[in-house]
């Protein structure tokens, strides 16, 4: 299965604030690659045979390619917003494909079942008609006025709320949620799913997050956040076919999956199918 078209993507590879200049080993879509921190103090990754790979350090995280990015690494304008706390999860390895990684976080309809008392709840579990589309001019797939129950959508909120959210993908294996911030109504919380493709069926997931909460401490959002994707990895790694189906014949969606059909479709458009599966088999 070809990885060409997904070659020139930025993808996360780790965490800046734990740079240093011995190095850590890991892998990018099957290549062995090491990320440390150069003479000059600037990240530094190297690919096999000692090649030296593009890389940037932003949100938190050093990005790597294994081919030329052709355009700057997606923008998060929230980032640079004064006020904001900018959260380091920590990274949480997943046995699946990295497009199904970003598929789970893209899904409304799991949450009173996975998520049970936290992100959703029984009977609350009908999912509201809501926008989705592929905005050609950013080329980035977007879905607004989510709307869905949480009896707690964040470490922040205290009781059950109806909360909006709002999805962005705006790189293969990205994922950027906006979500109402309980504190500071009229704010978004932004919470994001970088993902590191190791290999067609193993990959890094890398939450960060950007979000108005001067109250909670640090470790108790990182605790929250890791907390939700503990519960998401074990549908992940039980999820038949393994790779993420592209031919749209494989699965039946239905009304809530709309999100997912349209990053399908996209995925498809561009010939992004590391850890795709193309046909039936």
């Not at 917003?81 to 949480?92: E, K, S, W």
């Not at 959703?120 to 809501?130: C, D, I």
Request: hydrophobic content about 40%.
């Amino acid at each position: 299965m070809t990885r060409n078209a997904m070659i020139d993507e930025w993808y996360p590879v780790g965490i800046a604030g734990q740079l240093d200049a011995h190095g850590r080993k890991t892998a990018l879509m099957g290549e062995p690659i090491e990320v440390g921190r150069g003479e000059d103090g600037n990240a530094k990754v190297t690919g096999a045979n000692g090649r030296a790979l593009p890389a940037c350090i932003r949100y938190g995280h050093v990005w790597s390619s294994l081919g030329d990015p052709q355009k700057p690494l997606f923008a998060i304008p929230e980032a640079d917003q004064p006020g904001r706390r900018l959260v380091d999860v920590g990274v949480v390895r997943v046995r699946c494909s990295p497009l199904r990684a970003v598929e789970n976080f893209l899904d409304i309809a799991h949450f009173p079942f996975v998520h049970t008392d936290i992100l959703g709840a029984e009977p609350h579990t009908e999912v509201q008609n809501y926008k989705v589309e592929i905005r050609e001019d950013e080329d980035e797939v977007w879905a607004t006025q989510v709307k869905f129950y949480q009896p707690q959508a964040a470490k922040s909120a205290e009781g059950g709320i109806t909360t909006e959210y709002m999805y962005r993908v705006p790189a293969p294996t990205c994922s950027i949620l906006y979500k109402t911030c309980p504190p500071r109504p009229g704010e978004w919380d932004v919470i994001t799913l970088f993902v590191q493709p190791l290999a067609e069926d193993l990959c890094d997931v890398w939450p960060w997050m950007a979000l108005f909460d001067d109250e909670t401490p640090m470790t108790d959002l990182i605790h929250f956040q890791q907390t939700i994707f503990v519960q998401d990895r074990s549908i992940l790694e039980n999820q038949i076919p393994g790779l993420l189906p592209l031919d749209p014949g494989m699965e039946i969606p239905t009304r809530a999956d709309l999100t997912s059909v349209a990053y399908r479709r996209w995925l498809k458009r561009h010939g992004y199918t590391y850890g795709a599966q193309l046909v039936a088999q």
